[in-house]
């Protein structure tokens, strides 16, 4: 609040030299304005702008007071969003000390911005607090389960070792001729059923293609050669036979059990066991599935992490399988072999569980929330101490924060107001307030000077909302205003603008700047288009959803976030969509009163003044009904007149509307409300006293219209609609009077409407849709098109040639252009009708 109010006090003073030399020079560019009021500004203009709904009527304004205006405009927001450059110090955050500065007495001080650095690279940083997924160490147990149950049924399908006695032949050999190839067993076969081979020929050699046939047999084929020659030795041929159809049949076994093990998968497509664990014997087959749920319930338990890559899961299953696989050792057993025996057991056990190991660490999202939390609260107040005496920072060195935390403690800052920054910062506000004045000037909305206090006191509440430091600077409220009020087009540059201007004469953050701004130029593209304050509320919830969406976009793109501070990034946003709804329901409050008060004509006003319930129309119903239709069959013809020409047609609508209210003050003195009884002119006699009474609704209905405080766009419908168009009933009649008495002066101008002649299209079109209606009217049911189209245009040309739409920018192409339509319009209304039998509306 002290920087504002510097800021204030600051913006007072160097306003006070500009507003004296504004004293002594306004006294004469106002007299300079009363001599030129009679001539050069007699009548206003108006233009209608139907792409963004906005009608507004505008004053030539002369040269030096525009001028005038200008300068205190770039002036006056130079002053409230140059903010920066009040009392800006010299030395800075990162600049070289000029000089050696000490601290005149002992002092410690709270480093704010470190401490909200730290804070904020704590959240950042936090910690994910895990927990154990139960769901997922349940499937992996049931899993587990299921693999060491099929792998039981597989072994029992296999067959056991041994499988013959091992008086016929060894564990060994019977192991491998149940797993050997069938080329490999038959030429086992085949040389231990050779005569000429023998065991001493195996072990001594001897020459030939028998002895290369040997040559070739590895040390397990050379195994089971020479046991099954000894077995040939000591047996009959015939047991030979028998012996073979049960190694066969056994291999057979074997094989038909191995294909379903190749069958056997995890969920995850791994395959858990291989042919070696059929050639275990049982007591290691039942080590091994212990050691496998053991080891599997450790690692379960202590968690495992998604990250961890499968090198140390391997790692891990290893260490764990230390001291928990407790093999059985046969008596007899040779080193070599229990090693053999003690490595293929571990491996099968490390295969089986890392082929159903997978992570079940998920986070803990209340716990993680809770930890960052702690984490953030835990991080202290970085303080700044500084003895008396001590150097604070030396000559040269450059200045760290908590350097200048003290400096600026002590006033050694050298802060000062910088004049350098502050002009250019006007220059730069000066291209923006041209850049709005060219923006206006190419639309030719013709905006008034209220128009331009009410933008320039959008933008000012945005910089005293920077000032106040208050979430989203109501953006979102500005765009959708300036959208409503005068269109996207302004309402972008100036959104574009303040982008601009904001970060460089004040201290804002620019992500939420950005988010607030996407917000507002959604909500300025979006408001032109609304016709109800229902529609401005939804879109209120779509500006906030966009503020929020890209405040959490920009957030993700441009800070680190941890997974752990999600709920914070998440809230924040939400928190900063809030806001954008916030503003989206201030601008709904405000811009009825705004509206009003600066007398702006929107869509959604447009909309609500021809609401038929509005109480002036109603009573125009109820006094007046003549009227009344005559004002709603005008409107359809001005409405597609100017639907067909381009034009602002709710304008059109709404001023139609009003246009003869005027006529409630005498309504009998109107034909179409005499409803067949006596016309009450004719009762007068007196044409001069009949003409005011028909001019009077002209007066009578701006009076109306300024009690009811209906907009000046509206208002101008009354006199243009009539122009300064001839009575011409009357005014015959007045002659006819004065050819009897040529002593009597009859003056034309008694007998005109005071106007002024249409000043905009729109009022244009109404003019010649009431000249037109009463013709139409009077057409019998069986004229033509071409009748119509004849009379239409005859009245159009009389308007035309009678000059009262010389300022109304219609041209002689629109007169062709009206004229077919308010044809169309009129056969709509007179189409034919199937003349029904009098029967059948006796029976009806």
Same mark, same amino acid.
């Given at each position: 609040?002290?920087?504002?109010?510097?800021?204030?006090?600051?913006?007072?003073?160097?306003?006070?030299?500009?507003?004296?030399?504004?004293?002594?020079?306004?006294?004469?560019?106002?007299?300079? @304005? %009363? !001599? *030129?009021?009679? =001539?050069?500004?007699?009548?206003? &203009?108006?233009?209608?702008?139907?792409? +963004?709904?906005? $009608?507004?009527?505008?004053?030539?304004?002369?040269?030096?007071?525009?001028?005038?205006?200008?300068?205190?405009?770039?002036?006056?927001?130079?002053?409230?969003?140059?903010?920066?450059?009040?009392?800006?110090?010299?030395?800075?955050?990162?600049?070289?000390?000029?000089?050696?500065?000490?601290?005149?007495?002992?002092?410690?001080?709270?480093?704010?911005?470190?401490?909200?650095?730290?804070?904020?690279?704590?959240?950042?940083?936090?910690?994910?607090?895990?927990?154990?997924?139960?769901?997922?160490?349940?499937?992996?147990?049931?899993?587990?389960?299921?693999?060491?149950?099929?792998?039981?049924? @597989? %072994? !029992? *399908?296999?067959? =056991?070792?041994?499988?013959?006695? &091992?008086?016929?032949?060894?564990?060994? +050999?019977?192991? $491998?001729?149940?797993?050997?190839?069938?080329?490999?067993?038959?030429?086992?076969?085949?040389?231990?059923?050779?005569?000429?081979?023998?065991?001493?020929?195996?072990?001594?050699?001897?020459?030939?293609?028998?002895?290369?046939?040997?040559?070739?047999?590895?040390?397990?084929?050379?195994?089971?050669?020479?046991?099954?020659?000894?077995?040939?030795?000591?047996?009959?041929?015939?047991?030979?036979?028998?012996?073979?159809?049960?190694?066969?049949?056994?291999?057979?076994?074997?094989?038909?059990?191995?294909?379903?093990?190749?069958?056997?998968?995890?969920?995850?497509?791994?395959?858990?066991?291989?042919? %070696?664990?059929?050639?275990?014997?049982?007591?290691?087959?039942?080590?091994?599935?212990?050691?496998?749920?053991?080891?599997?319930?450790?690692?379960?338990?202590?968690?495992?992490?998604?990250?961890?890559?499968?090198?140390?899961?391997?790692?891990?299953?290893?260490?764990?399988?230390?001291?928990?696989?407790?093999?059985?050792?046969?008596?007899?057993?040779?080193?070599?072999?229990?090693?053999?025996?003690?490595?293929?057991?571990?491996?099968?056990?490390?295969?089986?569980?890392?082929?159903?190991?997978?992570?079940?660490?998920?986070?803990?999202?209340?716990?993680?929330?809770?930890?960052?939390?702690?984490?953030?609260?835990?991080?202290?107040?970085?303080?700044?101490?500084?003895?008396?005496?001590?150097?604070?920072?030396?000559?040269?060195?450059?200045?760290?924060?908590?350097?200048?935390?003290?400096?600026?403690?002590?006033?050694?800052?050298?802060?000062?107001?910088?004049?350098?920054?502050?002009?250019?910062?006007?220059?730069?506000?000066?291209?923006?307030?041209?850049?709005?004045?060219?923006?206006?000037?190419?639309?030719?909305?013709?905006?008034?000077?209220?128009?331009?206090?009410?933008?320039?006191?959008?933008?000012?509440?945005?910089?005293?909302?920077?000032?106040?430091?208050?979430?989203?600077?109501?953006?979102?409220?500005?765009?959708?205003?300036?959208?409503?009020?005068?269109?996207?087009?302004?309402?972008?540059?100036?959104?574009?603008?303040?982008?601009?201007?904001?970060?460089?004469?004040?201290?804002?953050?620019?992500?939420?700047?950005?988010?607030?701004?996407?917000?507002?130029?959604?909500?300025?593209?979006?408001?032109?288009?609304?016709?109800?304050?229902?529609?401005?509320?939804?879109?209120?919830?779509?500006?906030?959803?966009?503020?929020?969406?890209?405040?959490?976009?920009?957030?993700?793109?441009?800070?680190?976030?941890?997974?752990?501070?999600?709920?914070?990034?998440?809230?924040?946003?939400?928190?900063?969509?809030?806001?954008?709804?916030?503003?989206?329901?201030?601008?709904?409050?405000?811009?009825?009163?705004?509206?009003?008060?600066?007398?702006?004509?929107?869509?959604?006003?447009?909309?609500?003044?021809?609401?038929?319930?509005?109480?002036?129309?109603?009573?125009?119903?109820?006094?007046?009904?003549?009227?009344?239709?005559?004002?709603?069959?005008?409107?359809?013809?001005?409405?597609?007149?100017?639907?067909?020409?381009?034009?602002?047609?709710?304008?059109?609508?709404?001023?139609?509307?009003?246009?003869?209210?005027?006529?409630?003050?005498?309504?009998?003195?109107?034909?179409?409300?005499?409803?067949?009884?006596?016309?009450?002119?004719?009762?007068?006699?007196?044409?001069?006293?009949?003409?005011?009474?028909?001019?009077?609704?002209?007066?009578?209905?701006?009076?109306?219209?300024?009690?009811?405080?209906?907009?000046?766009?509206?208002?101008?419908?009354?006199?243009?609609?009539?122009?300064?168009?001839?009575?011409?009933?009357?005014?015959?009649?007045?002659?006819?009077?004065?050819?009897?008495?040529?002593?009597?002066?009859?003056?034309?101008?008694?007998?005109?409407?005071?106007?002024?002649?249409?000043?905009?299209?729109?009022?244009?079109?109404?003019?010649?849709?009431?000249?037109?209606?009463?013709?139409?009217?009077?057409?019998?049911?069986?004229?033509?098109?071409?009748?119509?189209?004849?009379?239409?245009?005859?009245?159009?040309?009389?308007?035309?040639?009678?000059?009262?739409?010389?300022?109304?920018?219609?041209?002689?192409?629109?007169?062709?252009?009206?004229?077919?339509?308010?044809?169309?319009?009129?056969?709509?209304?007179?189409?034919?009708?199937?003349?029904?039998?009098?029967?059948?509306?006796?029976?009806?």
């Amino acid at each position: 609040m002290q920087s504002v109010t510097f800021m204030v006090k600051s913006v007072w003073q160097r306003l006070r030299t500009s507003v004296g030399w504004c004293k002594t020079q306004l006294p004469q560019v106002s007299t300079s @304005l %009363r !001599q *030129k009021s009679n =001539t050069s500004i007699r009548q206003s &203009t108006k233009s209608a702008n139907q792409s +963004t709904g906005l $009608y507004v009527i505008s004053r030539h304004t002369p040269f030096n007071q525009t001028q005038i205006a200008i300068l205190f405009t770039v002036l006056l927001l130079t002053a409230i969003l140059g903010q920066r450059f009040y009392n800006q110090p010299a030395l800075t955050v990162g600049t070289i000390a000029t000089d050696t500065f000490y601290a005149s007495h002992d002092v410690t001080l709270p480093d704010l911005i470190t401490t909200e650095e730290n804070r904020q690279a704590a959240r950042s940083g936090s910690i994910i607090v895990l927990q154990i997924d139960q769901e997922t160490n349940q499937t992996i147990l049931t899993e587990a389960k299921n693999i060491l149950s099929q792998g039981s049924i @597989l %072994r !029992q *399908k296999a067959g =056991t070792i041994p499988y013959l006695p &091992t008086t016929q032949l060894s564990t060994r +050999t019977q192991r $491998y001729l149940r797993q050997a190839s069938n080329p490999d067993w038959q030429e086992l076969w085949q040389l231990a059923q050779t005569p000429t081979v023998t065991s001493s020929i195996l072990q001594q050699g001897t020459n030939g293609s028998l002895q290369e046939r040997i040559n070739r047999l590895s040390s397990s084929q050379r195994i089971a050669l020479d046991e099954l020659l000894r077995l040939r030795e000591r047996t009959p041929s015939f047991s030979m036979a028998t012996f073979r159809s049960q190694v066969e049949a056994h291999r057979t076994q074997y094989a038909a059990t191995k294909r379903q093990l190749l069958s056997l998968n995890t969920r995850d497509g791994l395959q858990p066991l291989d042919d %070696r664990f059929f050639d275990v014997s049982d007591a290691d087959w039942q080590a091994i599935q212990t050691a496998s749920r053991l080891v599997l319930e450790r690692m379960l338990t202590q968690g495992i992490h998604e990250g961890i890559p499968g090198s140390l899961w391997e790692q891990a299953i290893e260490k764990q399988l230390e001291g928990t696989l407790n093999l059985t050792v046969p008596l007899g057993l040779e080193t070599n072999e229990l090693i053999a025996q003690k490595k293929t057991a571990r491996e099968i056990t490390a295969r089986i569980v890392s082929s159903v190991l997978r992570p079940n660490l998920i986070e803990d999202q209340e716990q993680t929330r809770l930890r960052a939390e702690q984490v953030e609260n835990e991080v202290k107040t970085v303080t700044v101490s500084v003895e008396q005496g001590d150097a604070i920072v030396k000559k040269g060195e450059p200045i760290t924060q908590g350097d200048f935390v003290l400096l600026d403690y002590f006033n050694l800052t050298q802060r000062r107001f910088n004049w350098l920054g502050f002009t250019g910062f006007g220059v730069l506000v000066s291209f923006g307030v041209g850049a709005l004045l060219w923006i206006d000037h190419w639309q030719k909305g013709g905006l008034r000077q209220r128009d331009h206090i009410l933008v320039l006191c959008l933008i000012v509440s945005v910089a005293v909302l920077m000032a106040l430091k208050i979430p989203g600077l109501g953006l979102p409220a500005v765009g959708l205003l300036l959208g409503s009020f005068y269109g996207y087009i302004l309402a972008t540059v100036t959104i574009g603008l303040l982008v601009i201007l904001l970060p460089v004469g004040g201290s804002v953050a620019v992500l939420p700047l950005i988010a607030a701004a996407c917000a507002a130029l959604v909500g300025a593209w979006i408001a032109p288009r609304l016709r109800s304050r229902e529609e401005f509320a939804l879109l209120g919830g779509v500006v906030g959803l966009t503020q929020g969406v890209i405040h959490l976009v920009l957030t993700l793109m441009f800070n680190s976030v941890a997974a752990s501070v999600w709920y914070t990034v998440l809230r924040d946003s939400a928190l900063f969509g809030v806001y954008g709804i916030a503003w989206s329901i201030v601008a709904l409050g405000v811009s009825p009163y705004l509206e009003s008060f600066f007398d702006v004509v929107t869509p959604i006003r447009l909309a609500e003044l021809s609401n038929p319930n509005r109480p002036l129309l109603k009573r125009l119903a109820a006094d007046a009904p003549g009227t009344f239709q005559h004002t709603m069959f005008v409107s359809n013809l001005a409405e597609a007149a100017a639907r067909a020409l381009g034009h602002n047609v709710e304008l059109v609508r709404a001023g139609t509307l009003y246009h003869d209210i005027g006529k409630m003050h005498d309504p009998l003195g109107f034909i179409e409300n005499q409803m067949g009884g006596p016309n009450k002119h004719d009762l007068i006699n007196d044409p001069w006293v009949s003409a005011d009474i028909i001019k009077k609704h002209v007066t009578e209905g701006l009076m109306m219209a300024k009690k009811h405080r209906l907009p000046k766009a509206i208002q101008a419908f009354i006199p243009e609609h009539q122009g300064a168009m001839l009575i011409s009933y009357f005014y015959y009649q007045a002659q006819e009077i004065g050819s009897q008495n040529p002593e009597m002066s009859i003056r034309e101008e008694d007998f005109r409407y005071d106007g002024p002649i249409p000043q905009s299209p729109e009022t244009g079109i109404v003019m010649l849709a009431d000249s037109c209606e009463a013709a139409l009217r009077s057409l019998h049911k069986e004229a033509c098109a071409e009748e119509a189209y004849a009379m239409v245009n005859k009245i159009l040309r009389a308007r035309w040639k009678d000059k009262q739409l010389i300022d109304s920018c219609l041209s002689r192409k629109d007169m062709d252009i009206i004229a077919n339509v308010f044809v169309q319009v009129w056969q709509q209304f007179n189409h034919k009708r199937i003349a029904y039998p009098k029967a059948a509306l006796t029976a009806q």
